[in-house]
């Protein structure tokens, strides 16, 4: 897949998760299909806040729910002065949403919304999209949330697409793109509940 030449719908974005390609808009405001080599992981079985996180979000008095506000939280991870996610973006991932394929998580202080990240459930991969963090620890606090919640519902695969500093410091790590492949058919057979 390249620039796309179709419209992005809710069933477009499932089969390219499938086969492991996420879209995303470029500068030039066109809709771009990546598939990357290196890929970013994190790996489920070995991510765990040290005790310093665990008692700063302690501390925070957060609120953590899922899929409460997956818009509200799209657009919120788009409100930068460079995003890649753009309206027909949002159209599609929430149609996804209501298909029950996309998700959020919602971080919550003394009643506002303050931090969360979104992504895509397909089998038992879940594919990592964005995340934002209007409070100090409000998307660490998403993120461990939604590792826990994934290893309890059974997935054996977290993507992270792509590393940057902020994912590396979360526990990412790069495999090859033929490691991923591998690894999404297997989690692609493993019928995980979000």
Same mark, same amino acid.
């Given at each position: 897949m390249s620039e796309t030449d179709h419209p992005l719908t809710a069933d477009l974005l499932l089969r390219a998760y499938r086969r492991g390609w *996420?879209?995303?808009a470029h500068?030039?405001?066109e809709l771009y299909w990546h598939d990357p080599d290196p890929? #970013?992981? *994190?790996p489920l079985a070995h991510l765990e806040p040290n005790a310093r996180l665990q008692r700063a979000i302690r501390s925070a008095g957060f609120r953590v729910t899922l899929d409460q506000r997956f818009e509200e939280v799209m657009r919120a991870c788009g409100e930068r002065a460079e995003t890649w996610i753009?309206?027909?973006m949002i #159209? #599609?991932?929430v149609a996804l949403h209501g298909q029950g394929h996309s998700h959020s998580v919602e971080v919550w202080q003394d009643g506002t919304l303050v931090g969360g990240l979104y992504g895509v459930s397909v089998g038992g991969a879940f594919f990592g999209e964005s995340m934002f963090s209007r409070?100090?620890?409000a998307s660490k606090a998403a993120f461990h949330h939604l590792v826990k919640h994934l290893r309890l519902r059974g997935f054996?695969?977290?993507d992270s697409q792509y590393i940057n500093d902020h994912t590396a410091s979360l526990g990412a790590i790069e495999v090859p793109r033929s490691t991923f492949r591998t690894m999404l058919a297997e989690a692609l057979r493993n019928d995980a509940d979000f």
């Open positions: *996420f879209p995303m500068e030039d405001g890929r #970013a992981i *994190f753009t309206e027909e #159209a #599609a991932y409070v100090t620890n054996t695969l977290f």
